[in-house]
């Protein structure tokens, strides 16, 4: 816990008055500040069905795509799947332009990183070398949980130079 000798102080009982005199859009503005989520987006399943084409519709427009069309050869029942392509979609809120961009992405940086016998199927911890195992274990740190029970994970990214 840090400590900040230039915060201002303040009774709990006070704060929880202050917010409960808010509205429900203002506190989700303010939960919205806090939390770091500019824009909410409520996954329905015709946005995640419109999203899923227009994903595979822009992932037909590129071009550069050598890893990606070979991962779809290799394992495509998983480049395939909706759990692995809405991980794309989420991280860009659904924009099916940058989330085809980034999975094209992901795929050259799995086969840099982890080699052409490893990039196409599933890498479990046996798998990993020296070095992978070394960067894991220098590089991500499990920190205590935060107030709501959330899992805080801090990546250290000058580990990287392997």
Known sequence: MAL???APRFEVEALEQEIN???EEEKDRLLSDI???????VETSELIAESLAQLHEELRKI??????TR?????SDYVNSPEFLLQFL???WFDAKKAAQRIVGYWEHKLLSFGEDRTFGPITIDQLEDTDLRVLKESIYLLPKDDNG???IHVDRGTYNV
């Open 4 to 6: 900040s000798f230039t």
């Open 21 to 23: 005199k808010l509205s």
């Open 35 to 41: 939390y770091g989520d500019d824009k909410m987006i």
């Open 63 to 68: 071009d550069d795509k050598e890893t990606y």
């Open 71 to 75: 991962a779809q050869q290799e394992c």
């Open 90 to 92: 989420r991280t860009e």
């Open 150 to 152: 959330r899992v805080v």
